[in-house]
């Protein structure tokens, strides 16, 4: 069993910054993917970016060009640098790996952290 605690969350005005960051713990191979998914209220959970242990990243279109994605491979540990934020992206934001164990694939999601941004 693999699990991930989130850190970095919390207020902050229109137009300034936060940093998360994810650490992944337990039993595992290896981590393949691993990504960050937000879910504002009433809305379904989205992907808002992800990265391949290779560094290939992948973001959603509402976030490119002011959230950066970045993981350390050795430290298993995955960062969302958001900048110039927006109210819309208040969420909670869940860290999420795919890991290897036991010639599969699994899934594995953190406790999820709040990011409310103010106008």
């Known amino acids: 069993q693999v699990q991930l605690v989130e850190s970095g969350g919390g207020l902050v005005q229109a137009g300034g910054s936060l940093r998360l960051s994810c650490a992944a713990s337990?039993?595992?191979?290896?981590?393949?993917?691993m990504g960050w998914y937000r879910q504002a209220p009433g809305n379904e959970r989205e992907l808002v970016a992800s990265?391949?242990?290779?560094?290939?990243?992948n973001y959603a279109d509402p976030v490119k060009g002011r959230f950066t994605i970045s993981r350390d491979n050795a430290k298993n540990t995955v960062s969302l640098q958001m900048n110039s934020l927006k109210p819309e992206d208040t969420a909670v934001y869940y860290c999420?790996?795919?890991?290897?164990?036991?010639?599969?694939?699994?899934?594995?999601w953190g406790q999820g952290i709040q990011v409310t941004v103010s106008s």
């Open positions: 990265i391949t242990r290779g560094g290939n990243t």
């Open positions: 337990g039993r595992f191979f290896s981590i393949n993917r």
């Open positions: 999420q790996a795919i890991y290897y164990r036991d010639f599969e694939d699994y899934d594995a």
